[in-house]
């Protein structure tokens, strides 16, 4: 597999992606109250409810910043006001740009784990991201058994076992974005697709092969954000050139 281990460098002054560039966005989410404050008044009426579900404080922070953070990032992309920026979602909750007679157009994802958020722009078409805290609690065998198909599950039970938790995280990621990128999320069959190593594309497997049409164009691609944590994007372009930005602190207060 084809793993991006970029330097993730400060965004320039003025943002511009051409038509099959990438954009990637590495983001804390651990930010201060007076930066809350000011992401939560880009928020709109329904996102404000969603925030207020949250039972656990940290979890409605960690939403609050990577739904602000995505409206400030789409806001320097599109020149809007993130408060003015309108989003529609899939029938499996995929979130996009609502475009007004194709203005706009630019398509996004994100993912968050462990205080740590992914987010990827581009112009080119469905794209869908997905980054893990690589921990110790998962029960890898169980969720193997459960997400990966038998060659995949093959090539994680060849490995050494050292090797193994970090693989399952990386794995796990690459079948991940591609159930975002389609936006299907977790009503997707996964255990009927491998994803091959290398170049990496979608594959049916025997349960499904009639379904190979449709996933044959999509390509997968590892990323590593940092120590600790696994990722993967995947979008329906093989050969897109990728920018690896990570937020500066307080940039949006500048
Ligand atoms: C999409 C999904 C796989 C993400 O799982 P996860 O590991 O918990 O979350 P991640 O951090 O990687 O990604 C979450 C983000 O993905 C985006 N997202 C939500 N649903 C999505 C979908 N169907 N496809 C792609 N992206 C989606 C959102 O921006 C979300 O973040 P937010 O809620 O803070 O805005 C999972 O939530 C899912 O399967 N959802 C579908 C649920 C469903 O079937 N609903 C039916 C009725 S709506």
Request: with cysteine; aromatic share 14%; proline share 6%.
């Amino acid at each position: 597999m084809n793993l991006l281990s970029p330097s993730w460098v400060s965004p320039p002054d003025k943002l511009t992606l051409s038509a099959s560039a990438v954009h990637l966005w590495l983001v804390r989410l651990d930010i201060s109250e007076e930066q809350s404050g000011q992401l939560a008044g880009w928020l709109s009426p329904d996102e404000h409810r969603r925030a207020e579900n949250f039972k656990f404080d940290q979890l409605r922070n960690h939403f609050i910043a990577a739904r602000g953070v995505l409206r400030f990032i789409l806001g320097q992309y599109l020149q809007l006001n993130p408060g003015q920026i309108l989003f529609r979602y899939g029938a499996f909750g995929k979130p996009a740009i609502e475009s007004f007679g194709g203005r706009n157009m630019l398509y996004f994802n994100l993912s968050h784990s462990n205080g740590l958020a992914l987010y990827a722009f581009t112009p080119g078409g469905e794209i869908g991201v997905d980054i893990e805290h690589v921990h110790e609690s998962a029960d890898i065998e169980q969720t193997a058994a459960i997400v990966f198909s038998d060659s995949e599950i093959t090539a994680l039970r060849a490995l050494p076992e050292e090797a193994r938790r970090p693989a399952f995280f990386q794995y796990w990621t690459r079948k991940e974005a591609f159930i975002k990128a389609t936006g299907e999320g977790f009503s997707f069959p996964l255990r009927s697709i491998d994803i091959q190593q290398s170049p990496g594309k979608v594959l049916a497997n025997a349960e499904s092969p009639e379904n190979q049409w449709q996933y044959g164009n999509w390509s997968i691609r590892d990323i590593c954000p940092m120590q600790g944590y696994a990722a993967a994007i995947a979008c329906r372009n093989d050969e897109y050139p990728v920018s690896f930005f990570r937020m500066p602190d307080m940039y949006f207060f500048e």
